[in-house]
C-alpha cells in the first residue's frame, strides 16, 4: 500500500512502518517498514489480531479513543518476531468504511531518540533532577515524558500519565489555561507563558505557578511536541498579592468621613484576598465621634460591631453590642496593641468559646480554623479591633506573616476612621452651632405665614454657612432674611452666627434694606481687617451673600436689596412664577459699593421664596437650569400648605446625598384689614392734642379696648407733644390693632428722641421715661421724610387678636 503524503508537523516519516487493521481488529494491510520495524513478513503478519503485536497493554486513554474512533497517539510496546520488546511511538487513524465501524490505519516509529537520551545519564539526570517540574506533550497535547518533580505534583506515574491530555487527568476548569496553552504552541510554534494559581492533586493547598511552554521542533523545524516547565512562585505571588492588597486598601479605605463606611470599606478590602470573613467593632464613643474611653483592665471589653463581611451569617449583626472576655484574643491585642494569631484550636480560643456559645456554635457551623485579632490604633487612640476569620477548608492556615499584613492593613484603615471620628465630632458641633443660631421656631405675626427649611450637606466638607431668619419690625411689618457664608465646617457656621446677630441688631434700628446691608458690609470689612482677621473664622475670608427684603402687611409693599445673593422667587395668586428682578450688589466684604432698594407691590396671597445656591446648584450645575426646576416645583404651590410646598421643592430640587447645604425660606404674604389701622394727619399746633387723644380714645372704644385707653392717651399726649414742640410737619399719628396694639406718631424731624433722668423740680423731661415704663416695646424708625416713633401695647386676653384680611 502507498504510505500517506507527510503533512506539516507530521514526526511520521513516509517510509514509517505502516499497517491497516479492519473493524474487528485483524491486520489486512503489512508495509516493508512495518516488517523492518517487528520482523514479520507480509504473509505472515496479514490476517493476525494487531492486538497480538501488544507486548503490554494499551493505556486507557488509548482504548477510550479507540472505542469513539478518534485519533490517537502515544508510546506503546510491541513484541518482536523473535521475543524482544520494540519501544515505538503509535499513531491510530480511523478509516471510515460507511458501515458505521472503522478500519484503522496504524503508523509507528521506533523511539530511538528517547533510547538513545536515556544512554546518556547526564541529559537523564538533567530532566529528572531539574527543580522545575517538566512534562513533554506530543502533538496531540498528550504527555509523552514527565520528570519526578511533576510525577509528584501530579500525584501520577509517567505511565499513568502517558497518553492523557491534561484535564484528562485534572478535570478543574483551573487547568484548562495550560492545555489550551499546549494546544497553541503545537499550532503556532511560538513560546508562552502563563501564571495560574491552583491546587495541583498532589499539595493539599493552592499555589502559585509560573508555566513555560516551548516548541519542541526537528531539524526541519517542524514542531514535534511541546516542553512545560513549572516553576512554584506562591512566596513571591503572596508578597505581590500583599502589596496590591495594600494598594487597593489606600484607594479604597477613606473615601468619606463616615466612620461606619469607612469600617465597612475595611471589611470589604480584605475579603476574599485575606480571609473569609472579617468583621469591625469599634467603641461607641467612636461612632459618635467622642473620645474613646480607657480599656478595662479587670473587665469585659464592650464594642459595637460596625461592619461585616462574610457570605454566612454572623454571630454579631452590624449595630449591636458585643462582649468581649478580658482574657480573649480580642481584648488582649487591644491591651498590647500587637494582633495576634490563632488556630481555632488553640486553647486560648477554646477559653474564650467556652465562655461564648453563640460564638462557638457560629465557629462549629461554619467550620473557622484559624482568625487574627488586629486593634485598631490611630495617633494613640484605641478605636476598636478587626477580626479576620479563615472558613474555607482549602486555604491554608494563617501565619506570622499574615498578621503583619493584617496589621499594616489596620494601621491604614485606623487612621481614616480616626479622621472620620474627628470630623463627625467637628460635624457635630458645627451642626449643633448652627442650629443654636438659626431660628428655633418663628413666630407669629400678621405680615406672613412662613415656614423655613435648613439642610446640611452630606460630603466630607462638613456644615456650611446657609441661614435665614424672620425678624418682626416695628408697624406690624416682618423682615425676610437669607444668606450663605462660603465655606464649611465651625468656621463657616461661626462667621454665620455673628453675621445673623449682626442683622438682627441692625434691623431693629429699622434701616432700610440698602442702608442694612452697607452698614453689615462695614462690618464685614472691619471683622476681615481687625485683629481676628488672620483667624479660620473672619468672615471676610470666607466671604457671604445676602438678601434682606422688608414686607409691610398695610401697603402690601415689599422693599429689597441683595448683597450678591441670587433673586427671590414669587408665586402670584393666579399660580405664576416669577423672579424678582432687583439690582445684585456685590459680596458683603468688597466694601465701598453702593446697594439698591427695590420695592414690590404683593398681592394678598403671594408665596415669596428666599433660598441659598445650594438648592439650585448641585443636582442641576449651572444657575439657569436650577431656576427653571425651581421654577417648576414651585408652580403648584400657591393651593399647597407651606410645609407641603417645602417639602414638594426640597424632594424636586435636592438629590439624596447633598454635596451643599441649602436654605429656603418661604412666605404667604397677608394684608391687614383696613377697618384695624386709623390714621390722623395733625397740624403743627398745641391745640390739637386734645383732639387727637380724644380721636384715639374713640377708635379704642369701636375696638373694644377700652382697658387701654389710659396709657394710650398718656403716649398719644406725649408722643404728638413732642413731635409737634421738636419735629416738624408733616405730622401723622396712627394706631394700629394687630397682636399688639400699636401707636406711631410720624414727623418731618430726624432728631433722635432719648430718654433721660429728670431732676426733682424739672418741669419736664419725664414723658419718653413714662411711655417707656408703661409700654411693652417703643423705638423709633428712621424714614426718608423724618423719623417715626413707636409703641406698642400687648392687647387684653379677651380681646382675640388679628392678623386679618382686608376687607
Request: glycine share 8%; net charge negative; charged share 25%.
Amino acid at each position: 500500500m502507498d504510505p500517506p503524503a507527510r503533512c506539516p508537523g507530521d514526526s511520521f516519516s513516509a517510509a514509517g512502518a505502516l499497517a491497516v487493521a479492519a473493524p474487528d481488529g485483524a491486520l489486512t494491510c503489512w508495509s516493508t517498514g512495518a516488517e523492518q520495524l517487528l520482523g514479520h513478513s507480509a504473509a505472515e503478519a496479514v490476517g493476525r489480531p494487531a492486538a497480538e503485536l501488544l507486548a503490554s497493554a494499551l493505556p486507557a486513554a488509548a482504548r477510550e479513543r479507540f472505542d469513539r474512533q478518534e485519533d490517537w497517539t502515544g508510546q506503546v510496546a510491541l513484541r518482536h518476531r523473535d521475543g524482544t520488546t520494540v519501544q515505538c511511538r503509535l499513531r491510530a487513524r480511523p478509516l471510515p468504511t460507511g458501515g458505521g465501524r472503522a478500519c484503522w490505519l496504524l503508523e509507528g516509529i521506533p523511539v530511538r531518540e528517547e533510547a538513545e537520551r536515556d544512554a546518556d545519564p547526564l541529559i537523564r539526570w538533567s530532566f529528572d533532577q531539574s527543580p522545575f517540574s517538566l512534562a513533554i506533550y506530543d502533538t496531540e497535547g498528550r504527555f509523552l515524558r514527565v520528570n519526578e518533580p511533576m510525577t509528584r505534583q501530579l500525584a501520577a506515574s509517567e505511565r499513568e500519565l502517558r497518553g492523557l491530555r491534561i484535564t484528562e487527568h485534572m478535570p478543574d476548569s483551573a487547568f484548562q489555561a495550560p492545555e489550551r496553552s499546549v494546544d497553541r504552541v503545537l499550532e503556532t510554534g511560538e513560546p508562552e507563558h502563563i501564571e495560574n494559581y491552583v491546587k495541583v492533586p498532589g499539595e493539599p493547598q493552592a499555589h502559585a505557578w509560573i508555566i513555560h511552554f516551548s516548541p519542541l521542533k526537528d531539524p526541519h523545524g517542524l514542531v514535534q511536541g511541546v516542553q512545560l516547565a513549572a516553576l512554584d512562585f506562591s512566596d513571591q505571588y503572596a508578597a505581590r498579592e500583599r502589596l496590591a492588597l495594600l494598594n487597593e486598601a489606600s484607594r479604597t479605605i477613606g473615601s468619606s468621613l463616615d466612620v461606619s463606611r469607612t469600617a465597612q470599606e475595611l471589611a470589604d478590602v480584605a475579603v476574599p484576598a485575606l480571609a473569609d470573613f472579617v468583621s469591625v467593632d469599634l467603641f461607641d464613643a467612636v461612632l459618635r465621634g467622642d473620645e474613646p474611653p480607657l480599656i478595662a483592665v479587670d473587665g469585659p471589653l464592650l464594642l459595637r460591631r460596625a461592619a461585616i463581611r462574610s457570605g454566612v451569617k454572623p454571630a454579631v449583626a452590624v449595630g449591636e453590642l458585643t462582649r468581649y472576655p478580658e482574657f480573649s484574643p480580642v481584648a488582649r491585642c487591644l491591651a498590647t496593641g500587637h494582633g495576634t494569631v490563632h488556630p481555632i484550636g488553640d486553647p486560648e480560643i477554646t477559653r474564650w468559646l467556652a465562655h461564648d456559645p453563640d460564638r462557638a456554635a457560629w465557629v462549629s457551623r461554619h467550620r473557622a480554623h484559624s482568625l487574627i485579632a488586629v486593634p485598631l490604633r490611630a495617633r494613640g487612640t484605641n478605636l476598636g479591633v478587626v477580626l479576620f476569620t479563615r472558613l474555607d477548608p482549602s486555604a491554608p492556615p494563617y501565619e506570622h506573616d499574615d498578621v503583619k499584613i493584617a496589621e499594616e492593613l489596620a494601621a491604614r484603615a485606623a487612621v481614616c476612621i480616626d479622621n472620620a471620628r474627628r470630623y463627625t465630632r467637628e460635624h457635630t458641633t458645627a451642626l449643633a452651632l448652627q442650629h443654636s443660631v438659626l431660628p428655633q421656631g418663628i413666630l407669629e405675626q400678621a405680615a406672613v405665614d412662613v415656614t423655613g427649611r435648613y439642610l446640611p450637606a452630606d460630603s466630607k466638607l462638613g456644615v456650611g454657612g446657609d441661614w435665614f431668619d424672620v425678624i418682626p419690625l416695628s408697624g406690624a411689618r416682618v423682615a425676610l432674611v437669607v444668606g450663605d457664608v462660603v465655606g464649611h465646617g465651625i468656621a463657616a457656621s461661626a462667621a454665620m452666627g455673628r453675621l445673623r446677630t449682626a442683622v438682627r441688631t441692625l434691623a431693629d434700628v429699622d434701616l432700610t434694606p440698602d442702608e442694612l446691608l452697607a452698614h453689615l458690609d462695614d462690618l464685614v470689612v472691619r471683622l476681615s481687617s481687625g485683629p481676628d482677621s488672620g483667624t479660620e473664622a473672619s468672615v471676610g475670608e470666607l466671604g457671604a451673600t445676602c438678601l434682606y427684603a422688608v414686607y409691610d402687611p398695610i401697603s402690601r409693599k415689599c422693599s429689597l436689596a441683595s448683597a450678591g445673593h441670587l433673586w427671590p422667587a414669587l408665586v402670584r395668586p393666579d399660580g405664576r412664577v416669577d423672579f424678582l428682578e432687583l439690582p445684585t450688589g456685590p459680596p458683603l466684604g468688597v466694601g465701598g459699593m453702593p446697594f439698591e432698594c427695590v420695592h414690590h407691590e404683593l398681592p394678598e396671597g403671594s408665596l415669596l421664596a428666599l433660598y441659598t445656591d445650594g438648592l439650585i446648584e448641585p443636582r442641576h450645575g449651572d444657575v439657569d437650569a436650577g431656576l427653571h426646576a425651581l421654577r417648576g416645583a414651585l408652580a403648584d404651590a400657591v393651593a399647597s400648605s407651606l410645609e407641603t410646598t417645602c417639602d414638594k421643592v426640597l424632594e424636586a430640587m435636592l438629590d439624596e446625598r447633598p454635596t451643599d447645604d441649602a436654605a429656603l425660606l418661604i412666605a404667604r404674604t397677608r394684608a391687614l384689614d383696613s377697618g384695624n389701622v386709623a390714621v390722623w394727619d395733625l397740624p403743627g399746633d398745641p391745640a390739637v392734642v386734645a383732639g387727637a387723644r380724644s380721636q384715639a380714645i374713640a377708635r379704642l372704644h369701636a375696638w373694644e379696648l377700652d382697658e387701654l385707653a389710659y396709657v394710650t392717651e398718656l403716649v398719644v399726649s406725649e408722643l404728638v407733644t413732642n413731635a409737634i414742640r421738636y419735629g416738624g410737619a408733616p405730622i401723622q399719628l396712627r394706631l394700629i390693632k394687630e397682636r399688639t396694639l400699636i401707636c406711631e406718631v410720624a414727623d418731618g424731624s430726624s432728631t433722635s428722641p432719648h430718654l433721660r433722668r429728670a431732676r426733682i423740680f424739672d418741669e419736664g423731661g419725664r414723658g419718653l421715661m413714662l411711655v417707656a415704663q408703661l409700654t411693652e416695646r417703643w423705638g423709633t424708625r428712621y424714614t426718608g421724610t423724618g423719623k417715626t416713633i413707636w409703641t406698642e401695647q400687648p392687647l387684653p386676653a379677651r380681646v382675640p387678636r388679628t392678623g386679618g384680611r382686608r376687607a
